[in-house]
Structures are given as C-alpha cells and as structure tokens.
C-alpha cells in the first residue's frame, strides 16, 4: 500500500511564494511518476504539474507555467511544488498523486494512488 502525505500548505497573498512537499513510502519511489492536482470549490480536480521517475521531465499546466515548479528528490521519496507569483485563482486543495508508470501524465487516469491534500489560500 502507498502513502502519500502532502505537507507545506497554508494562506499567502497574492504574488507571494509557497512550497509544498509529499512523502511516500510502500512503493519503489525512484520508479514511478508523481504528480501534483488541485482541486478548487465546485470545481473539477485539475492537472497541474508532473515530473517522470528520475525527474529530468517535467510538465505543466498553462495556468502555472513559469509560475510553478515541481521537483523531486529520490533519496528522500520526496516531491515538492514551489508555487511562486500565486493568484487568488491559485486557491485549491492540492494532491500529489503516485503514477502507474515511470512517466509523467496530465490524466487522473495514469495515478492510483492519491495524497489526502493539503489546503492552499491565495488572498486578494
């Protein structure tokens, strides 16, 4: 069974920066895809970024490309968002998502196994 815990969440202005991070354990971390969704108020969960099993790819969603960045760290079976230049718009719950394959994925379909979120505020 894989654990997914996301920590690093909180209430930041507008323009300002956050990170946020997921440990896992009970799968071979340095093989598989993560990714990061969010989900908003009434709103479907999102895309928003992916990084594959060694973390040379990454991808976005162009409502946070060049504002977001999404890294790992194999040794510590942790990957991380910094989220910079945040937007009210920005304002989700954020999951980090464990992938079915080595590849980074835009598609809730390619992860089966999901974090239990954590809250970010983005204020006016």
């Known amino acids: 069974q894989v654990q997914l815990v996301e920590s690093g969440g909180g209430l930041v202005q507008a323009g300002g920066s956050l990170s946020v991070s997921c440990a896992a354990s009970?799968?071979?971390?340095?093989?598989?895809?993560m990714g990061w969704f969010r989900q908003a108020p009434g709103k479907e969960r999102e895309f928003v970024a992916a990084?594959?099993?060694?973390?040379?790819?990454?991808y976005y969603a162009d409502s946070v490309k060049g504002r977001f960045a999404i890294s790992r760290d194999n040794a510590k079976n942790t990957v991380y968002l910094q989220m910079n230049s945040l937007k009210p718009e920005d304002t989700a719950v954020y999951y980090c998502?464990?992938?079915?394959?080595?590849?980074?994925?835009?598609?809730?379909?390619?992860?089966?196994?999901w974090g239990q979120g954590t809250q970010v505020t983005v204020s006016s």
């Open positions: 998502a464990s992938g079915t394959t080595q590849y980074g994925s835009e598609s809730n379909d390619d992860y089966d196994y």
């Open positions: 009970g799968r071979t971390f340095s093989s598989t895809a």
């Open positions: 990084i594959n099993w060694s973390g040379r790819r990454t």
